[in-house]
């Protein structure tokens, strides 16, 4: 097996067009390294694109695809939002945050992915790239197929992560639900994006996408529905809780059991969302961030 390291984005693109479904695209490793070891994963040769700057970008509303973790959590220019930041800097220890890269967490499509709940409540959409198609640009929702599954072609390499501007009056959050703090995978995630109304009280919109309870994070749109237009309630956000399990498939294993997973979820989002509309009540009329308490 070849290991071959690039220091642009250019580079990478020749060396993907040249051995296609042979060569894998290394950021950090701490997903890909292990599976070589295991199996080889397929690839003859391995393209490492850590020390490329031109995928490592980062902007208010775009994120390249070799920007690690630990740099999310920390990025200034991410201020307006905290949910993804949270969930890089709960995403495993602080030596996985210092190599691992966004790039590979979306490319590795797992079910408890941290930083996949947060990027769809922002409508976050990637672009991918080649020397042979050129650019296209997919929502994150229709690039993910299933676990560990991509709509990545053979030749092609995630570049970046664009973001939704968030309107004001508007505060997102994650939150997670582990046997030993961020240190492990998942037992339950949550990213909610709630915009209240001018009058302070009535959701104008409610984004919420659950993690680790179905073959996918998803969005539970349902959910939303129900709060769109409402002031909340104690009973509201009991019916939005179980509406919330409506696309979940939870399977037990060694974090927990479908049982325990299910009565956790509709807890989880009504202390988000509650803290959420506090937030967002909070927020001064300009442009956003606005973070939770």
Same mark, same amino acid.
């Given at each position: 097996? $070849?290991?071959?390291?690039?220091?642009?984005?250019?580079? !990478?693109?020749?060396?993907?067009?040249?051995?296609? %479904?042979?060569? +894998?695209?290394? /950021?950090?490793?701490?997903?890909?390294?292990?599976?070589?070891?295991?199996?080889?994963?397929?690839?003859? =040769?391995?393209?490492?694109?850590?020390?490329?700057?031109?995928?490592?970008?980062?902007?208010?509303?775009?994120? /390249?695809?070799?920007?690690? *973790?630990?740099?999310?959590?920390?990025?200034?220019?991410?201020?307006?939002?905290? /949910?993804?930041?949270?969930?890089?800097?709960?995403? #495993?220890?602080?030596? @996985?945050?210092?190599?691992?890269?966004?790039?590979?967490?979306?490319? $590795?499509?797992?079910?408890?992915? %941290?930083?996949?709940?947060?990027?769809?409540?922002?409508?976050? =959409?990637? =672009?991918?790239?080649?020397?042979?198609? #050129?650019?296209?640009?997919?929502?994150? +929702?229709?690039? *993910?197929?299933?676990?560990?599954?991509?709509?990545?072609? !053979?030749?092609?390499?995630?570049?970046?992560?664009?973001?939704?501007?968030?309107?004001?009056?508007?505060?997102?959050?994650?939150?997670?639900?582990?046997?030993? #703090?961020? &240190?492990?995978?998942?037992?339950?995630?949550?990213?909610?994006?709630?915009?209240?109304?001018? %009058?302070?009280?009535?959701?104008?919109?409610?984004?919420?996408?659950?993690?680790? &309870?179905?073959?996918?994070?998803?969005?539970?749109?349902?959910?939303?529905?129900?709060?769109?237009?409402?002031?909340?309630?104690?009973?509201?956000?009991?019916?939005?809780?179980?509406?919330?399990? @409506?696309?979940?498939?939870?399977?037990?294993?060694?974090?927990?059991? !479908?049982?325990?997973?299910?009565?956790?979820?509709?807890?989880?989002?009504?202390?988000?969302?509650? %803290?959420?509309?506090?937030?967002?009540?909070?927020?001064?009329?300009?442009?956003?961030?606005?973070?939770?308490?």
């Amino acid at each position: 097996m $070849d290991f071959l390291t690039v220091t642009s984005k250019g580079e !990478a693109l020749a060396l993907l067009d040249r051995f296609g %479904d042979a060569a +894998a695209v290394m /950021g950090g490793g701490t997903i890909i390294a292990p599976r070589l070891r295991r199996c080889g994963g397929g690839a003859e =040769t391995v393209i490492h694109v850590g020390r490329a700057p031109d995928l490592a970008g980062l902007s208010p509303d775009w994120i /390249g695809a070799a920007v690690t *973790l630990r740099q999310l959590a920390e990025a200034p220019q991410l201020a307006a939002y905290d /949910g993804l930041r949270r969930a890089a800097a709960l995403s #495993g220890s602080w030596q @996985i945050q210092g190599v691992g890269t966004i790039g590979g967490n979306l490319c $590795d499509a797992a079910p408890y992915a %941290d930083l996949v709940p947060p990027l769809l409540v922002h409508g976050a =959409t990637v =672009t991918l790239e080649s020397l042979r198609e #050129g650019s296209r640009i997919l929502p994150l +929702a229709d690039f *993910l197929l299933g676990p560990h599954r991509v709509a990545r072609g !053979a030749h092609e390499m995630l570049t970046g992560v664009s973001l939704e501007a968030r309107p004001a009056r508007t505060a997102d959050a994650f939150v997670k639900v582990t046997r030993r #703090g961020g &240190m492990e995978f998942s037992t339950v995630s949550l990213a909610i994006r709630l915009s209240l109304a001018e %009058d302070g009280e009535t959701v104008e919109e409610a984004r919420i996408a659950v993690g680790a &309870m179905a073959p996918l994070p998803f969005r539970a749109e349902a959910a939303e529905g129900l709060l769109r237009g409402q002031r909340l309630s104690d009973t509201l956000l009991a019916e939005a809780g179980q509406a919330a399990l @409506i696309p979940a498939a939870p399977q037990t294993d060694v974090r927990a059991s !479908a049982e325990y997973r299910r009565a956790v979820l509709p807890r989880l989002l009504a202390r988000a969302l509650r %803290d959420g509309a506090r937030a967002a009540a909070a927020c001064p009329p300009g442009p956003p961030p606005c973070r939770l308490p």
